[in-house]
């Protein structure tokens, strides 16, 4: 039986909260993946974020913005054209329909504005509750827990929850910790789930968290085997960058967006 099942609901909050503590140390520049200037960005981005990678979105948005700036001039936009930017993302034309019908509730609902308001923010398209709490927590400063793969796959082996139902899984989480810890325990979860704690081969003897994890073992536990299996700025090689991040966590964002623009240029 996962040591998870025998522990009483108070030594689960406990571990719960030495995890988040140790991710807090470990991951002090942690924070959204996604660029963005304003909630409608965000919420354009974070729907185009389904089923492909935060990077890819980074670089095609950026494009998207620059032709839409606004959910007027998104509510406006060809349908053909607006296929052609986004469709390195795949599923390119289910997310365009989103798109559009989502700005043209804001404009015809909202007068053009991202609500602020969960209730709101899911009846747009292509919204649900893990898009409207990533936009509620990194947009508007209000606390929520944002349940993608990464987080669903940790809260199960940390014993925080057995389901794999989004929304259970957000709730059960939601007991363990104080409203002011759940957006930036969202961030942590996910930067643990990118960089170590793998899907198919988590790098158990480096993770940071392995004495209060009851799934250590079912991957690499072998410290410098695991070492090699860590990604990001945490994979040999990267110590430069890390250094940076560590140094300067109020820009880790920007010092991100830099890197990457470094290495796609290199790879050119």
Known sequence: MPAAVAETPLALKRRARRINKELAE???YAHAELDFRNPFELVVATVLSAQTTDILVNQVTKILFARYPDARAMAEADPAELEAIIQPTGFYRAKAKNVLALSNRLVDEFDGEVPGRLE????????GRKTANVVLGNAFGVPG????????????????????????????VAELFEPKDWTMLSHRVVFHGRRICHARRPACGACPVANWCPSYGMGETDPAKAAKLLKYELAPGQEELLAKLLA??????????????????ARK
């Not at 709101?120 to 919204?127: A, Q, R």
Request: charged share 30%.
């Open 26 to 28: 470990k991951y002090p």
């Open 120 to 127: 709101d923010l899911v009846t747009l398209p292509g919204v």
């Open 145 to 172: 827990i944002t349940v993608d793969t990464h987080f669903g796959r940790l809260a199960r082996r940390f014993g925080w929850t057995a389901s794999e139902d989004p929304v259970k899984i957000e709730f059960d």
């Open 248 to 265: 300067e966590t109020s820009r880790a964002a920007e010092i991100r967006m830099q890197s990457q623009l470094e290495l796609r240029t």
